[in-house]
């Protein structure tokens, strides 16, 4: 999928995966990223989990019943799928594969087996980055700040971090989120490093090849 970058030069769309153990700053630091990152579209996943207050049909999630998830699936309307927190959560395949080839970089806000599962198909278009809270302490803090959850919930997500974390390996990147904006400015400067490679760039032949043509003269 190729389209023309921000400096002219033609370039494939990347897929940026943001993990982490819900309460480590993940959702703060996307928002941040697709703020002050042009050319990137954030992928809205498919939920069979309860909207929580605030949260918006469409915008945070698509909240769909269990069935309509599951001919989601049968259709292969899905990027990629799985089961969290005892619901289904998966990535709208159609919005993604339209971004990338609009020349975006899509962002994806998803676990650790949805990451797998984009790697496995598309490994050289993704980059993936985990995000660590600094301490356990700190990741309770922030769940209960929150207070969108119940305590049970709380306690459910704490339990369920341990088992997140120990797939950190499976990362590219590792940022510990200590303070949101230098963890902003690390995350940022992934992604700008990530959009210079040059097997990315599909375009850099012809732009050094019109290079030394003009050096020719
Ligand atoms: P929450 O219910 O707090 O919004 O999300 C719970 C977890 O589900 C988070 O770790 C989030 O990254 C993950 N998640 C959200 N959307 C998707 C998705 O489309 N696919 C996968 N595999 N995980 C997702």
Same mark, same amino acid.
Not at 20 to 29: D, R
């Given at each position: 999928?190729?389209?023309?970058?921000?400096?002219?030069?033609?370039?494939?769309?990347?897929?940026?995966?943001?993990?982490?153990?819900?309460?480590?700053g993940?959702?703060?630091?996307?928002?941040?990223?697709?703020?002050?990152?042009?050319?990137?579209?954030?992928?809205v996943?498919?939920?069979?989990?309860?909207?929580?207050?605030?949260?918006?049909?469409?915008?945070?999630?698509?909240?769909?019943?269990?069935?309509?998830?599951?001919?989601?699936?049968?259709?292969?309307?899905?990027?990629?799928?799985?089961? @969290?927190?005892?619901?289904?959560?998966?990535?709208?395949? *159609?919005? &993604?594969?339209?971004? %990338?080839? $609009?020349?975006?970089?899509v962002?994806f806000?998803?676990?650790?087996?949805?990451?797998?599962?984009?790697?496995?198909?598309?490994?050289?278009?993704?980059?993936r980055?985990?995000?660590?809270?600094?301490?356990?302490?700190?990741?309770?803090?922030?769940?209960?700040?929150?207070?969108?959850?119940?305590?049970?919930?709380?306690?459910?997500?704490?339990?369920?971090?341990?088992?997140?974390?120990?797939?950190?390996?499976?990362?590219?990147?590792? @940022?510990?989120?200590?303070?949101?904006?230098?963890?902003? *400015?690390? &995350?940022?400067?992934? %992604?700008? $490093?990530?959009?210079?490679?040059?097997?990315?760039?599909?375009?850099?032949t012809?732009?050094?090849?019109?290079?030394?043509?003009?050096?020719?003269?």
């Amino acid at each position: 999928m190729v389209a023309s970058g921000f400096d002219g030069v033609e370039r494939r769309g990347l897929m940026f995966v943001l993990s982490s153990p819900s309460g480590a700053g993940k959702t703060t630091l996307s928002r941040m990223l697709l703020e002050r990152e042009p050319g990137l579209k954030m992928s809205v996943s498919a939920t069979t989990r309860p909207m929580r207050p605030g949260e918006v049909d469409g915008s945070d999630y698509f909240f769909v019943d269990k069935p309509k998830f599951e001919a989601m699936v049968a259709q292969g309307e899905l990027l990629e799928w799985a089961t @969290v927190f005892d619901n289904l959560y998966g990535t709208p395949r *159609a919005p &993604v594969e339209a971004a %990338l080839s $609009a020349g975006q970089d899509v962002l994806f806000d998803i676990d650790w087996q949805g990451t797998q599962q984009l790697h496995q198909k598309a490994s050289v278009d993704v980059v993936r980055v985990f995000i660590l809270p600094p301490s356990a302490a700190d990741l309770e803090k922030r769940l209960h700040t929150r207070a969108q959850d119940s305590d049970e919930v709380i306690r459910g997500r704490m339990s369920r971090a341990t088992h997140e974390l120990s797939h950190w390996a499976e990362y590219d990147y590792i @940022v510990v989120n200590q303070n949101v904006d230098d963890a902003f *400015a690390e &995350v940022q400067s992934i %992604l700008k $490093a990530e959009r210079l490679k040059r097997e990315r760039r599909t375009g850099l032949t012809e732009f050094v090849r019109k290079l030394q043509r003009q050096l020719e003269k």
